[in-house]
């Protein structure tokens, strides 16, 4: 049995990070187990699917480096949903409704007052069907049959079908809910695993009937503990903390993906910097009840940690010529983000904005500017430089690296300067010392 699962989003908007972290573990998932991982495009919703959120899904998915093994539309597939809402009829399984969602409503009302639950009360078989009423359509739950699953996150679940309302599965105007066409669809492509967050484990409930309506056996199901905030609710910013505004930030994919594939499971979080060892770890027996916490300031973080990691050659495509292998690797430790690394073009090759320069420093640069135009450059210049500076002057520890790092750099901070000093040419370093 071929792994299969699927990533269903409704292309009514652009990915955030919570469906992202469910199309992750599906792939991971997946791709853990040699299997295929599809995409789904929920677009029952004519009116309110867009093409545009279509093409986003897709885009995004392609930056996460999450490849798909097919892709499936709901829109075109509504004669398959046709035929099995015809043989569930027939079956007596689906029943037309045609209260008013004001009936309803009133009778919700009329049950909690009496303290009792709001399910939903069929109507008697002989109730007069009313006139020119379209009717909408509900699956019939078997109340005889109890409703049982091994959840891979939560473990054993246990519904009371008599304590659940029949779900509508269809409009009156023939426009479908999403219940039914996911298990028709799971049933159709064979999907063996639905990841999904923990918002849709009633759903399941009712779903798991209606596969054994449908005369299929149920997948096996995981439902995630969902994403939250820092502050440890249901985010609007983390519902709407889409891909673009994360690569604008300087995000790597490969960060998100390394903080998404643990976050809230009993692994840690690790910089990595391909997806090989989170595809091995992933085991949704590690994955917690909690609300996993998503924090961007743990993601900037780890983002930096990975770029320190990260080769030259994985970036090239976005920096600039002048940071070559040899300058990125003396910068990596210093940026946190790879759009930053250009701000060190003018550290190697100028021009260096002029800084005041303190009196007692004038000796140690005067120094080093007469030493730098006699060391040998292509050997280790900065010990060469200081030990000569040191010589000449006396000066030692922060006296003597400050003021050469400020002349040579224009900063107070950055890599180190045995590193950095070979890459940048010697009539430079002189004229900045000089300069100074
Ligand atoms: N379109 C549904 C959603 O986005 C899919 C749920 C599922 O994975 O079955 O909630």
Redesign the pocket.
């Given at each position: 049995m071929t792994v299969t699962t699927?990533?269903?989003?409704?292309p009514t908007g652009s990915l955030h990070v919570g469906?992202v972290r469910?199309a992750l573990h599906n792939w991971l998932w997946t791709r853990k187990h040699g299997g295929r991982f599809l995409l789904?495009i929920?677009d029952t919703d004519l009116e309110r699917s867009k093409e545009e959120y279509v093409e986003g899904i897709r885009a995004d998915l392609a930056w996460l480096g999450l490849d798909v093994d097919g892709e499936e539309r709901q829109s075109a597939r509504f004669d398959l949903y046709e035929g099995e809402f015809a043989k569930l009829k027939a079956a007596g399984r689906v029943y037309a409704c045609y209260e008013t969602p004001e009936e309803l409503d009133i009778r919700r009302k009329i049950l909690l007052s009496r303290g009792l639950p709001p399910v939903y009360e069929r109507r008697p078989a002989d109730a007069p069907v009313p006139d020119g009423v379209a009717p909408h359509w509900r699956f019939r739950l078997d109340h005889d049959a109890p409703i049982e699953w091994t959840d891979m996150v939560r473990g054993p679940q246990n519904f009371e079908p008599r304590t659940m309302s029949d779900p509508v599965v269809r409009r009156a105007d023939g426009s479908w809910l999403?219940l039914l066409p996911?298990v028709i669809d799971?049933i159709a492509m064979a999907v063996t695993h639905?990841?999904?967050?923990e918002?849709?484990v009633s759903?399941t409930a009712a779903?798991i009937q209606m596969f054994a309506a449908l005369g299929a056996a149920p997948p096996a199901f995981a439902h995630e503990a969902l994403l939250v905030g820092t502050e440890g609710k249901l985010s609007k910013r983390l519902g709407s903390l889409g891909m673009a505004s994360l690569r604008a930030d300087g995000i790597e994919p490969i960060a998100l993906v390394a903080l998404l594939a643990r976050l809230g499971t009993s692994d840690p979080v690790e910089p990595v910097t391909g997806v090989a060892p989170l595809i091995e770890s992933i085991d949704f027996a590690r994955f917690g009840r909690a609300p996993a916490r998503f924090d961007e300031g743990e993601l900037a973080l780890l983002n930096q940690k990975i770029l320190h990691q990260t080769a030259h050659a994985a970036v090239a495509d976005r920096l600039p010529a002048a940071i070559t292998a040899a300058r990125w690797d003396a910068i990596r430790p210093n940026v946190a983000t790879v759009a930053e690394a250009a701000e060190w073009v003018a550290v190697f090759d100028g021009p260096l904005a002029s800084r005041p320069l303190e009196a007692a420093d004038r000796p140690v640069l005067a120094a080093a500017a007469t030493a730098a135009r006699g060391i040998d450059w292509d050997a280790d210049p900065w010990h060469a430089l200081t030990a000569a500076v040191k010589e000449a002057t006396g000066a030692k520890g922060r006296a003597l690296f400050l003021p050469l790092r400020r002349a040579l750099t224009g900063r107070d901070h950055g890599p180190d300067m045995a590193g950095l000093l070979p890459l940048i040419a010697r009539d430079q370093a002189v004229a900045r010392l000089s300069a100074s």
């Open positions: 699927r990533f269903a989003p409704s469906n469910t789904r929920d999403y996911s799971d639905v990841v999904r967050g918002d849709h759903n779903q």
